[in-house]
């Protein structure tokens, strides 16, 4: 009866060490500048018992340090949503998101299904989102307030005082206001050059509108500032930026739609603390917690309410550029085919010595 007992108690012991162990483990985490913030990360490790150890990191480098260790070396890493299902297909570096695990209610649904579509492969979801951004509009109201869609940056009325960039984003948002869905045609690239041979028409006609095509985002920012430029495509936290130094100008998410970007979060294949990175997850996704994580990164989160603790500045902005209807028509950028970049490219340097 003794030895029962002995043998209970052990096994009670062991299973108590092993729930103890699986509750403090150490999360190793691949991000980006700002998403972990000091200040949140010991919010969790007191909340959970876990540790945090931060590696900063960007996408190309999350991908060739899981390459090389076989999805190895961390528990948690933040790529970019439109380079997973890629790499994941060809490096093998992720394993599949238990979403039974992700307290879904907390994110935003149209940011949700977005992240779920372009980061499946073979059925099985690998990323959940978490930081996103997007580009539009700037405008300076005073001037230019009847810009309200990429193609309105093409008035005669603003000769002179519009920017854009020659590079892709330009390309799909015009695609966008003229009326077709260049995203849908990624995976065919006879209707994808079509698409964009009436895109290049259009950025022709709209050359002698165009003070200048900016490269830089300071650049852009001066040209604004100044006055010299009174509308322009370019991204949201510039926008937000200017309008703390000019009421007039905003952010302004086009009638088309908003073109947007998501980081997300994904596990690597070798990852040995799943729990802790489920825990992380459902723990920034809190609105308040998603609020101190915007202060710090400067985009906003998936989180679903964490605009309402933000700054009251900030919280503004947010909500003056982005009502409910202009989130979920945001653009979400899928990963991009091979071949598209060369057609992309042979329109971008005909628009460009186009007189």
Not at 180 to 195: K, Q, T, V
């Amino acid at each position: 009866m003794k030895k029962i007992l002995f043998l209970l108690s052990a096994g009670v012991a062991a299973t108590a060490l092993l729930a103890g162990a699986s509750q403090a483990d150490t999360l190793r985490l691949l991000t980006w500048g700002g998403y972990a913030p000091d200040s949140v990360i010991k919010k969790f490790e007191d909340e959970t018992g876990h540790t945090v150890e931060v590696t900063m990191s960007n996408n190309e480098e999350m991908i060739a340090k899981l390459r090389a260790t076989g999805g190895g070396g961390f528990d948690l890493a933040q790529p970019s949503q439109d380079r997973i299902a890629g790499a994941q297909a060809e490096f093998g570096i992720y394993k599949p998101i238990d979403m039974s695990q992700i307290r879904t209610e907390q994110i935003t649904p149209s940011m949700l299904d977005a992240t779920e579509n372009n980061s499946m492969l073979d059925g099985e979801i690998y990323a959940v989102p978490h930081i996103w951004g997007t580009s539009g509009l700037i405008v300076n109201t005073a001037d230019a307030e009847m810009v309200e869609d990429y193609t309105d940056l093409c008035d005669p009325a603003l000769k002179g005082r519009v920017s854009y960039r020659l590079k892709r984003p330009t390309l799909i948002g015009f695609a966008f206001a003229m009326g077709m869905d260049p995203f849908a045609a990624y995976g065919d690239e006879a209707a994808y050059s079509e698409i964009m041979a009436k895109v290049e028409e259009k950025l022709i006609e709209c050359k002698p509108v165009v003070k200048t095509y900016w490269s830089g985002g300071d650049e852009l920012l001066n040209l604004v500032r100044s006055g010299e430029v009174a509308a322009a495509m370019a991204w949201d936290t510039g926008g937000w930026k200017l309008n703390s130094d000019n009421p007039d100008i905003h952010f302004v998410a086009p009638t088309s739609g908003a073109l947007g970007w998501i980081d997300t979060f994904a596990l690597p294949a070798k990852g040995r603390a799943d729990q802790a990175a489920y825990d992380w997850i459902n723990f920034v996704m809190q609105p308040e917690i998603a609020a101190m994580i915007t202060e710090s990164a400067g985009n906003f989160t998936a989180s679903v309410g964490s605009d309402e603790f933000v700054s009251d500045v900030l919280k503004a902005q947010y909500q003056g550029s982005f009502p409910p209807e202009a989130v979920d028509n945001i653009k979400w950028y899928p990963p991009v085919p091979a071949g598209l970049e060369a057609i992309e490219g042979g329109i971008l340097d005909r628009v460009k010595a186009a007189q």
